[in-house]
């Protein structure tokens, strides 16, 4: 859309109630005697763009140094579960259990947006499928003893058991055999659904990076053959190549042990990171990458080029990929006709991605010690506005940054519901500055001094490149203009 007129400019200005109220004393006896009137958000409220304020979030007013609590918790600790703690994205519950606080669900939404893309950009098809697993179900897998301690089972008033789902191989899969023969014409068929999955980890730690209840995009695909099966796989992976460049993560594809999902072909897509939990081997030579615990011990040369000695580094798996072949198909008779009209078995892949463990890890590796940096995408919010202190000298042009926030959202159409007002004027800038620095806004929009100009210009940091640029309305569009958001 085209930058407003000065013109439309001003008819918006007119219409805009006012939030700041810095012309009255207090709201309830205005000194102009205006008699006491809903509050000045009710009135945005009824407007069809609500303007987020910073006082009325559920987030903390004060950001706490966390850091010895978490000690004391005797957890262990990462930058990214103190920042998220920090800055109130999370609140513990229990061991491995968190409250995901309303900014974390505008980021994890966010992601959840970007997944779907991605999946659906690739024929992905996306459903839904029950927490409570029946305990037969995974017997007929074997999975009921072989997962032992970290299955979370239960058992409802029948007695009857259930497990709450860590993955959904075997559901899934008897989905598809319910559903009658499939034709060949049918597949190949990807389903995939973003849910929580539960699992009683042996040691829950580092916030989100390791729950006990976490959501995953777990995603199945049934094919007519092998051949077709890999063909798929790699269509996954190009798939989740693009999502982590999109998010601008790092990510080391590598080779993977198959666990006790089964199969023959596996791949982790690592975060390279300090605290990561993973080994890896990379070759600096050629594409050879490998989780340490694919590899003979010992082992450190290169196995596919063999000339070069492989560099170890740690990651946090963020994703992870796996050839099937008919392990579950076969026991839950998921087959389909093929193209000479005779029952054939299906050849299966998973694919699971860590959402509550990507934005966390992103969180990790992107962050600075005492600010978070978000992947652009993800931020909850693009924009923070900032008025100056009531009562200060540039009470004059307090309004133009409500007056700024909402123009925003109708200039651009993309920013709109991401900007948010820190309407807290009885602080300062500068401690309102910190806060915004602290919780990581891609941009942050100060109304100072030189708003006070003929043609005001607004203080603009952007965090991601650390400057700081002094910009007229216009030129504030241009900068936003650029903003991707999903
Ligand atoms: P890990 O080796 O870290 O325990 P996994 O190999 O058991 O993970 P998968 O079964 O491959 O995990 O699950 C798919 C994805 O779900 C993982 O790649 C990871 O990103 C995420 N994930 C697994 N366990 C957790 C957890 N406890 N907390 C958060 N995310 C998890
Ligand atoms: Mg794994």
């Not at 995408?377 to 008025?387: D, E, F, I, S, T």
Request: hydrophobic share 35%; glycine share 8%.
């Amino acid at each position: 859309m085209e930058v407003l007129s000065h013109h439309l400019w001003s008819r918006v200005l007119c219409r805009l109630p006012r939030v700041l109220n810095t012309s009255c004393k207090s709201h309830s006896s205005c000194a102009a005697g205006h008699a006491p009137k809903p509050t000045p958000t009710d009135s945005i409220n009824r407007q069809s763009t609500y303007l987020p304020l910073v006082s009325r979030l559920f987030q903390p007013s004060n950001l706490r140094d966390v850091a010895q609590e978490s000690h004391t918790q005797g957890e262990m600790t990462c930058k990214s579960q103190r920042l998220m703690l920090q800055a109130g994205l999370i609140h513990p519950s229990n061991p491995g259990c968190y409250y995901y606080l309303p900014a974390t669900v505008r980021s994890i939404e966010k992601l959840v947006r970007l997944i779907d893309q991605e999946m659906q950009g690739i024929g992905g098809q996306k459903l839904d499928m029950p927490s409570l697993c029946s305990a037969d179900l995974w017997r007929r897998s074997n999975r009921w003893d072989l997962m032992g301690k970290e299955l979370f089972r239960l058992r409802d008033r029948h007695g009857a058991e259930y497990c709450l789902g860590p993955t959904h191989e075997e559901a899934v899969t008897e989905l598809l055999a319910s559903h009658g023969i499939l034709s060949y014409r049918q597949l190949p068929l990807l389903l995939y659904q973003i849910t929580r999955k539960f699992r009683d980890e042996p040691k829950p730690r580092f916030g989100l990076l390791r729950g006990r209840e976490f959501y995953m995009k777990d995603m199945y695909t049934f094919d007519v053959s092998e051949e077709a099966a890999y063909h798929t796989y790699e269509s996954v992976c190009q798939a989740y190549a693009r999502l982590f460049s999109r998010l601008g993560l790092p990510i080391v594809k590598v080779q993977a042990d198959t666990g006790n999902i089964g199969g023959k072909l596996s791949h982790e897509f690592q975060l390279p990171a300090e605290i990561g939990e993973d080994r890896l081997l990379v070759c600096d030579s050629c594409s050879f990458s490998a989780n340490v615990e694919t590899m003979e011990p010992g082992q450190t040369d290169c196995p596919q080029c063999q000339q070069s000695t492989l560099v170890e580094t740690k990651g946090i798996e963020v994703g992870h990929t796996f050839y099937l072949g008919t392990k579950y198909s076969h026991v839950f008779n998921a087959t389909f006709n093929n193209s000479l009209n005779k029952p054939a078995v299906t050849e299966m892949g998973c694919f699971g991605l860590g959402v509550t463990r990507i934005l966390a890890g992103a969180i990790e590796v992107m962050s600075k010690e005492e600010a978070i940096h978000w992947p652009g995408l993800l931020a909850p919010y693009q924009v923070c506005l900032l008025p100056p202190k009531k009562g200060s000298k540039l009470d004059e042009v307090a309004g133009l940054a409500e007056e700024l926030a909402l123009t925003l959202g109708e200039a651009l159409p993309r920013l709109k519901g991401e900007v948010v007002l820190d309407d807290r004027i009885q602080m300062t800038i500068g401690k309102r500055l910190k806060d915004a620095y602290r919780l990581g806004y891609p941009y942050v929009v100060v109304v100072g001094q030189k708003a006070t100009e003929e043609t005001p210009r607004f203080e603009v940091i952007c965090q991601q490149t650390g400057e700081t640029m002094f910009l007229n309305r216009d030129g504030l569009l241009d900068l936003l203009r650029c903003v991707d958001t999903v």
